[in-house]
């Protein structure tokens, strides 16, 4: 079992920076993965960045260029830098991580933080 506890969220306004962290405990050696994702009130969870363990990152279209995701592997965080924020990128964050366990993916969702940015 992995838990997550992401912190950073709040209010920022139109062009402004905001950085999340997630921090993992729990079996976090079995962790293949770790990203953000965002869901917008009425819409589905979207990807917005992950990395895997050997430092490979992905971006959603509308992340990048303006965010930066970072992991440490030892102390099991995840942070993600927000640089020119517009008020589409209002939404709660989730971190997630994800396990690779006897060949099978598991993903684990943290409580998610608000982002809120005003125009």
């Known amino acids: 079992q992995v838990q997550l506890v992401e912190s950073g969220g709040g209010l920022v306004q139109f062009g402004g920076s905001r950085r999340l962290s997630c921090v993992a405990s729990g079996t976090i050696a079995s962790i293949y993965s770790m990203g953000w994702y965002r869901q917008a009130p009425g819409k589905q969870r979207v990807m917005v960045a992950r990395m895997t363990t050997s430092g490979d990152p992905t971006y959603s279209d509308s992340a990048k260029g303006r965010f930066t995701i970072s992991r440490d592997n030892v102390k099991a965080t995840s942070t993600l830098q927000m640089n020119s924020l517009k008020p589409d990128d209002t939404a709660v964050y989730y971190c997630?991580?994800?396990?690779?366990?006897?060949?099978?993916?598991?993903?684990?969702w943290g409580q998610g933080t608000q982002v809120t940015v005003s125009s």
């Open positions: 997630q991580a994800r396990v690779i366990r006897d060949g099978e993916g598991y993903d684990y």
